[in-house]
């Protein structure tokens, strides 16, 4: 993992870039889907070409699965039954299931609250697709319904303590799927790969001796990186306002909900974390979006081997203590 080294610059963006399904090196196995609402990408290095299109499609398939299981607008998925029956019972969860909402819960704690997958009874009012949100009112009224200090755990069931609130893994979902890509990757003996989904990326090992250049998008220039960050054998994920945003009267309508106020966090542009598991740097980009430099950065830097970087709504951009604070871009 790099700590204190940054590289700076306005560079292409390098290797997370969209494709259809190929092989682009004798060595090199890129590959591509659309899947959980984002493109996810793996490239890994193996000298025996079948055995690394096996194993990625073996990646493939398990990122699948959990899409099926997890996925909110899939009404057969296992969090569309607890948000059809979790106010009325508690609903029987798969063991995986109950343990990822428990880690959510757990990066409610850490964050104050500003992590919080009952975000989404308000959340699936939105619609960044056609311009929708709720009206004042409403937020008013529903805003009693985000707290995930209501969600009752016990004996692998899930129970909602109030009527109307609803969940959703979209803030943690894609770094668990990312990170069991690569378990599946080095259980198929794989020491060199990248995985990406969205904005949530893990490397295993480095490229050839190198490491991997992964930059970060420029927050309000399109097709541009604000910064690229050589690193090796870690994860990271970068939440930003500018993937699924509308505008509507002057303001930025986005999909990062501040559960103190039931609308689109306003404290920054971006918030990109850097740790050793997917999962974790998924849930905490999203945290460190609402919380903001200040709030966010004195939380980073409490937590072991985790760093951030975060472009606040200025524009200006802050490093975690465990980066170095850089020159500016030449
Ligand atoms: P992306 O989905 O673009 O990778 P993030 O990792 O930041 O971005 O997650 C944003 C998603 O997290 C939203 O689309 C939504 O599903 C979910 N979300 C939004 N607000 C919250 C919140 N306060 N707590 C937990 N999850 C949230
Ligand atoms: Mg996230």
Redesign the pocket.
Known sequence: MLRKSLIFGYCLPFLVTAGCISQTHADWLKQSQDLM??RVNIELWSNKPDQASNCSDRVFTEMHRIDALMSPYKTDSEISAINRQAAQQAVPVSAELFRLIRK?IQF?DLSAG????T??SI?FQYNYRTHKKPDEKTINQQLKTINYKNLVLHNQTIKFAMPGMSI?????A??YAVDRAIDILQQCGITQALVS????SRLLGDKQGRPWMIGIQHPRKKQAIALSIPLSHTAI????DY??FFISDKKRIH?????QTGKS?TNSWS?TVIGPDATST??L???L??LGAKKGLELINTLDNMDAIIIDANGEIFYSSGLENPAEPG
């Open positions: 609402g984002t959510s409610s500003a992590f919080d997958i975000f989404a959340g959703d893994l979209g803030g943690i894609k770094g989904a969205g904005g949530d994920s970068t939440s930003g993937e699924r999909h990062i909900i501040n559960p966090a918030a998924d849930a980009s999203t945290s979006f609402i």
